[in-house]
Nanobody, 125 residues
Framework: QVQLAESGGGLVQAGESLRLSCAAS????????MGWFRQVPGKEREFVSA????????TYADSVKGRFTISRDNAKNTVYLQMNSLKPEDTAVYYC??????????????????WGQGTQVTVSS
């Protein structure tokens, strides 16, 4: 099992930036894809972005493409989500997640095996 700990959430105004971090520990070698999802009350968890521990693969939801950037630091076992030009509709709890499959499977939350506790991001207008 992999333990994931998010940090970096907070309250910002529209147009500002935040950087989320996800520190992974435990059986990290068993994971291949790391992802970020977000969720607002009453709605399903929504895919935001994903990256693999090796190679150059990254992918983004259309709603954040061009504003968010996912990256990783393998030496620190940490994944980041740089969020620029934030909008009120980006307000959500953001979750870090890990998938053990040897290949990228897609954007469904059910594909991912381990989840962090989430960090709140609130963007005021």
């Amino acid at each position: 099992q992999v333990q994931l700990a998010e940090s970096g959430g907070g309250l910002v105004q529209a147009g500002e930036s935040l950087r989320l971090s996800c520190a992974a520990s435990g059986r990290i070698f068993s994971t291949n894809t790391m992802g970020w999802f977000r969720q607002v009350p009453g709605k399903e968890r929504e895919f935001v972005s994903a990256i693999r521990w090796s190679g150059t693969f990254t992918t983004y939801a259309d709603s954040v493409k061009g504003r968010f950037t996912i990256s990783r630091d393998n030496a620190k076992n940490t994944v980041y989500l740089q969020m620029n030009s934030l909008k009120p509709e980006d307000t959500a709890v953001y979750y870090c997640t890990a998938d053990r499959a040897p290949f990228y499977r897609g954007t469904r939350a059910t594909y991912y095996d381990d989840w962090g506790q989430g960090t709140q991001v609130t963007v005021s207008s």
